[in-house]
């Protein structure tokens, strides 16, 4: 019972069908914010929804049944239970803003499609490696909100008046979005404040840079990383790899080859010395 | 005869006149968006625009009968067809807008000119390479654009009152254009829409910066991959490369010569041992 | 007793108390912000301030008497006793200043925790490759903003109209925020000023360019160094390295290897001289 | 007496005593731009002015009786000459503009600093292998303009009202500086405007990311094109590179190491058929 439940959901139809679904659920969620349309298929397009919700939790039920501990070991499941899960949490009340994040279920292509799953999983890998510098960022961030609070707050409130006013006036000047403005605004009355603006761009410019860098270096080196590991492989199917691929064996090879060779060239000696004497 | 038409389409001076008619036509497209230049000149314009067209065809003409099956293999052919065609079809009533579209002709020049054609190329075979990181950017777009929709179409209906309306403006701000102004108008009403504004930012630069990173490690690697060739080639001149010039030939190069090295001292030691008993 | 403060300064629990303590400092400060917290909690948040400031030059003292010499040949020592010493200034009259600095401890996370002391070691490392780079960005700057400040000065006293306003301007251009609207509102009065902007947007986009370049290519290149190190380390670890790790001891290591094979063959070839004769 | 005057003019205190110079007219003609300076001291900065200038001309003088054909045969020599001689221009009626550029004598700097050189000889060098993209760019601006103005002349005459007027805009949208605003005032009017908006911002920043990626690729090139000359340069100091440093000579060592040993066993098989026999 369990190996037909798990062929049938390991079936690149089944798989294809689920894909359909989500399409047409994010067509339909799209639609959705038209009043227009509501007013005219409002019924129609919640029946569709509700059906195709059901038809989710059927499918997640199959792939927990089929699959049992692997299923939860998954990150990607729990990705699906919880998107899925949103949409069955009653969205009245304080719980209104659920109703929004029901869109999120289009997101379900991600855990779907392999290539996507692909990309996100490259994205969730180069995270640790920026970690140091993205807490860097942020403490910059929040230490210039603090100076700027005390400087500015009362000649801009707008921008400076609190420090969550302040953080974000500041996080909108680090992606250099109309900070030419903010700055000019602040030094009609402060006319020395362009020293904080001008440091504030440079470092944040700086430090965006190295955030750049760092990932690009480790992409890169990652990527050196595994063509070395091919080139190995390919040694290992040329069949002369007696250290199974390691991250230069290349060289490994012929220095195998090499002591080999010498070894042999011993043993020619060692008997030449015997018929010599 | 088509052996005459051929030489003719493919003399160099032939290029060099369809390169100079393709710039003619480019300056009279523009002078032609100029009010004045028209009522002076309008006439004049208008015919020798018709002429070089006129030229156009029976270029593509000449090249369709000198190159035959072979002219329709190449995209570039269909480029240039599809481009001229366009001039030729009716401007009146409904299709106005092609009359738009004539200034296209002027691209010509992509298809004749050798370096420019290796740059759009390269452009096209660095697509395949960002599908995967496109549509995800299109899918976080869709959805973040039917989210934000649904939260602020009514606060802000000017940026985000419907579907269309929110894909627009999305895009606007993951180019970080003005998004500072647009989240501040949407904060004004609902002072928690920040955390929209700023996770959408974070994770468009950081998709942005990934595709980025992905096209340019793509680049150095097929880079990497043509300098390997050329090392193998450089090995097969030299006379020593029995593989024919793999990715790294260089390597296989020495191993090739050890082996052979190897095998020669066996059969010397055989002869040994030969000599021996 | 200088053993034991030592052990004591160095211990991870220390580290960790003084971590908590430059974080609870910096909520503190970010607190001190909101003038309704000030005016309920003021003179308590005040007395942790200077507790957090009385245990921060205690736990220096210790550090200087424990570390001695060496304390002072450490950069950030020298970072931290500035930091805690702006502190210490009055900052009644004209220091006023020195209160907004204040807020500069919580940099003293970055000497604290190391991963974060490697980043902006990293960023300072990276600044002399770019002092070329950046004396001319500034030379630029400088010689566009007199040019700017003779020729626009009367149509457009805002942006233009003396030496300092100009620099403050053309860095915002630089940055490409909001350059389009300066320059049209010169245009209105001075046609031309068009070819003064679009240079100047191309050569400070094409100098970045550069900058940008020159710094990811000395980082590629720095991890380039440090991973052949490593491989030659490596070759060390396997026992067959006679040159103790080069920029390239992979190869040299084979070298090695091939001239005591040509060694060995040489004296095989004369012992069979001899038993020949 | 010309070996005199040549090395005094290639004297180090004399090209600091250049470069000083330099400098002072530098801070002169900044402050020739403040109105209230001019009125106390005009007559003394212009005085030193002329004095600095005529300095300038002696200095130049010298240098081209000192190094004769060497000195029109560096074009930093041309640049010196041209930017000198700009100065001693007639600068009333139509040349009044001429007075302006006087200011790029500071840029006398980029000629007289060795490491400013290298900076700006580099930029130069980077020039060519971005020609082809350069002009694709132009090409697409041009057609674009052409289109844009054809399309929105009548409902945005303030940025697309002429051709002259469209390049400027598309170019002020290609650096994604207020893109936004500008399409929305077109699409009131023409609400599919959003089409060619989004398309041109999409391939303006691709092919904008291709000519980064074409400098960047080029720039690590030629420095892996350095490096491996280096390491070839050092296999030579080793004392067993046959081919002189070639763009992979580490592996061109091994193989010539290893073909003299082949030869070697080569002959040691003959003997001993000689010896056999």
Do not use: C
């Not at 007013?39 to 919700?53: C, F, N, Q, S, Y």
């Amino acid at each position: 019972m369990r190996e037909r439940v798990r062929s049938l959901v390991d079936a690149s139809w089944f798989q294809s069908g689920v894909i359909t679904l989500i399409l047409v659920n994010g067509v339909i969620l799209g639609v959705e914010t038209s009043p227009r349309a509501m007013a005219a298929h409002g019924e129609l397009l919640h029946a569709v929804d509700v059906v195709i919700l059901f038809l989710f939790v059927v499918e997640l039920g199959m792939r927990m049944y089929a699959h049992r501990g692997e299923f939860w070991r998954d990150p990607w499941s729990w990705f699906d239970v919880v998107i899925v899960g949103i949409a069955l949490l009653p969205t009245s009340g304080p719980f209104a803003v659920l109703r929004v994040l029901r869109v999120l279920r289009v997101l379900r292509l991600l855990s779907v499609i392999p290539s996507l799953r692909h990309v996100v999983a490259g994205l969730f890998r180069a995270l640790p490696g920026m970690m140091s510098i993205l807490f860097l960022v942020m403490l910059l961030l929040y230490v210039s909100a603090v100076m700027a609070t005390k400087l500015f707050a009362d000649v801009s409130p707008d921008y400076f008046g609190d420090l969550p006013s302040s953080l974000f006036t500041l996080f909108q000047i680090a992606t250099a979005d109309g900070w030419g403005g903010i700055a000019k605004d602040v030094m009609e009355h402060r006319p020395t404040a362009w020293v904080f603006f001008v440091v504030f761009v440079l470092v944040s410019t700086l430090v965006a840079l190295n955030l750049f860098i760092a990932v690009a270096v480790e992409a890169l080196e990652k990527d050196d990383g595994d063509q070395s590991r091919e080139e190995g492989g390919g040694g290992v199917l040329a069949g002369a790899a007696p250290d199974g691929g390691g991250p230069d064996s290349g060289h490994a090879v012929i220095l195998a080859e090499l002591r080999a060779l010498r070894a042999e060239v011993a043993v020619l000696r060692r008997e030449q010395e015997g018929l010599r004497s």
